[in-house]
DNA sequence: CAACTGTTTCGATGTTTATCTAATTAGACT
DNA sequence: AGTCTAATTAGATAAACATCGAAACAGTTG
């Protein structure tokens, strides 16, 4: 959230960007002759900066004005800078899911169950998944023992990999299957 | 300046080092230890937020150690994110060679004159050089037709970018050097 | 519906920057 | 001097990102 927010100031072109918004209301032809680049190239900073939420968008006919989100800007940077806040980011800047599979492994790394609810499982099969190669086939016994690293129940787990498409099997034999096919 | 201490800020292994330091002073072998990288990366990450001001180095022995500069830290979160502080960005945050340019040419794009100084005469050049195409050959009409659009004097123009080895010339026909090749 | 305008998405290209290993420097200790 | 330790620099590789032209899209206007 926060490294969201510092990347999208931390370039030249989106700074004279904001610049130009903490003036007024602009078009996007507007800022891309204000910082002297294409549409495209401003369209896809405009893009990031209001993922990271500093600016707002008002749409009128097939204009699209962009303005400064001053409030997201200077909460921010009361918030972020703060000693404590910063020694936060020590282990912290991890996103959610990472949390979750922390929380289900014992400091030997082993997983402690098998997550009941789907919130929960998703991310840690994932997780799992991603202790196979990708672009190499694994025949079952070794799937079983990669998963028996981490928990006893390797059919529950094996199944459910499947399940999500992120390991697939034919002939006995199983391979990782891409990040994108996986049902999430 | 601004646009240093935000780059500085905005990636994953430099927010944790910071959250590391935000606590106690650290050696490089501990914060590697801690952020789970080798010692140059933490070295090369460091150096960059010691050129931003953000951290301190205390060496004693051989060992360095590093400290937040809580300082820096809260001097530029409260400027950098005042609105009218950032409205500035729109035309600042230009080195020191474009705002050279700048004050050296009219309202219609034009060069007021041949820059006396070398200090000033090296980016214009450089400027104008940028008007040709890198791979191209120019007779020299041409090069003359593209200085002229800038300066009248294309005599002096053209002979200093030859010399900054910036344009080369042979048998009448010139083109532009690789930016290594330039006399700066 | 056709032509037009402002914007966004796509795909390709080049640049920047993070990271590593290996080599080098600098201080401390025999 | 030689060795040991901590850190930095160099060089190589790989990932992330900025930018652009072309194409697609969405709203507007005849």
Redesign the pocket.
């Known amino acids: 959230m926060v490294l969201q927010f510092l ?1 999208a100031l ?5 700074l004279r960007l904001l610049g130009l918004l903490a003036t007024r209301e602009h ?6 002759a204000g910082v ?13 900066l209001r993922e990271a939420g500093l600016v707002t ?1 008002r ?8 303005g400064l989100n001053q409030k997201a800007l200077s909460r921010l940077s009361r918030t972020v800078f703060a000693r404590d806040q910063l020694a936060a980011f020590a282990g912290a800047e991890i996103n959610e899911d990472d949390r979750v599979v922390r929380n289900y492994l014992t400091p030997e790394g082993r997983l402690k169950a098998f997550p009941a609810t789907l919130k929960k499982r998703r991310p840690i099969l994932a997780w799992l998944a991603k202790q196979f190669e990708e672009g190499r086939n694994y025949p079952e016994s070794e799937v079983n023992e990669l998963i028996e690293r981490r928990h006893h129940d390797r059919e529950t787990f094996r199944r459910e990999l499947i399940g999500h498409r992120m390991l697939a099997r034919k002939n006995g034999v199983y391979w990782r299957l891409p990040e994108s096919e996986w049902v999430m």
């Open positions: 990347k931390a370039h030249e072109s989106r078009s996007v032809q507007e800022l891309a002297a680049l294409k549409e495209p190239t401003v369209s896809h900073h405009l893009a990031m968008l749409q009128d006919g097939n204009t699209h004005w962009y």
